[in-house]
Nanobody, 124 residues
């Protein structure tokens, strides 16, 4: 079992930046692929970004490619999501997730553990 706690959400204007953090505890952090997902009001939860166990490989949804960067600091059991050039369409609850498998998944069904989410609101 791993526990995940997100932080860093908030209200920002269009074009602004935020950095989300997700602190993990409970198991060896490097045993998990880490991902970020988001869910806007009335919509399905969707993939945003993922990073391999060692941090070498990253994957992004097309909608955030070039604007968002996922990274991890294994010594601190933390994964980050740097979000730049934010748009109103990025408004959602952002969730951190952990996957025990080796392969990096982009589906929410690939992930075993979830945080409680942090709200990101981008005003126009």
């Amino acid at each position: 079992q791993v526990q995940l706690v997100e932080s860093g959400g908030g209200l920002v204007q269009t074009g602004g930046s935020l950095r989300l953090s997700c602190a993990a505890s409970g198991r060896t952090f490097t045993n998990y692929v880490m991902g970020w997902f988001r869910q806007a009001l009335g919509k399905e939860r969707e993939f945003v970004a993922a990073i391999s166990r060692g941090g070498t490989n990253t994957y992004y949804a097309d909608s955030v490619k070039g604007r968002f960067t996922i990274s991890r600091e294994n010594a601190k059991n933390t994964v980050y999501l740097q979000m730049n050039r934010l748009e109103p369409e990025d408004t959602a609850v952002y969730y951190c997730a952990a996957d025990r498998s080796v392969r990096v998944g982009v589906s929410r069904h690939d992930y075993d553990y979830w945080g409680q989410g942090t709200q990101v609101t981008v005003s126009s």
